[in-house]
């Protein structure tokens, strides 16, 4: 009984981690598609919360990379 209340705690964590990970991404994408001036600013942020997520093992680091290198090579397309 104590692993099923433990797993459901661990997954609305990691849910959440994962939700925080989306979210930066998709605004610093925004950022990025209206060539927004605090588009550098979202990728810091967006770059910061898939490391935070990566550290805690709810992002594989390949997948963290790729998503890293898309954010950046979007960001520089529009320069």
Same mark, same amino acid.
């Given at each position: 009984?104590?692993? /099923? *209340?433990?797993?459901?705690? &661990? &997954?609305? &964590? %990691?849910? @959440?981690?994962?939700? $925080?990970?989306?979210? @930066?991404?998709? +605004?610093? $994408?925004?950022?990025?598609? !209206?060539?927004?001036? $605090?588009? *550098? $600013? #979202?990728?810091?942020? !967006? /770059?910061? @919360?898939?490391?935070?997520?990566? =550290?805690? +093992? ?5 997948? @963290?990379?790729? =998503?890293?290198?898309? #954010?950046?090579?979007?960001? %520089?397309?529009?320069?």
């Amino acid at each position: 009984m104590k692993r /099923v *209340k433990t797993s459901k705690m &661990r &997954r609305a &964590r %990691n849910l @959440a981690a994962k939700n $925080e990970v989306k979210k @930066a991404f998709k +605004g610093a $994408e925004r950022a990025i598609a !209206a060539k927004s001036a $605090e588009a *550098k $600013e #979202l990728i810091k942020k !967006a /770059v910061s @919360a898939i490391d935070k997520a990566v =550290q805690r +093992g709810i992002l594989h680091k390949n997948k @963290a990379a790729r =998503q890293k290198s898309r #954010l950046l090579l979007k960001y %520089n397309k529009t320069k």
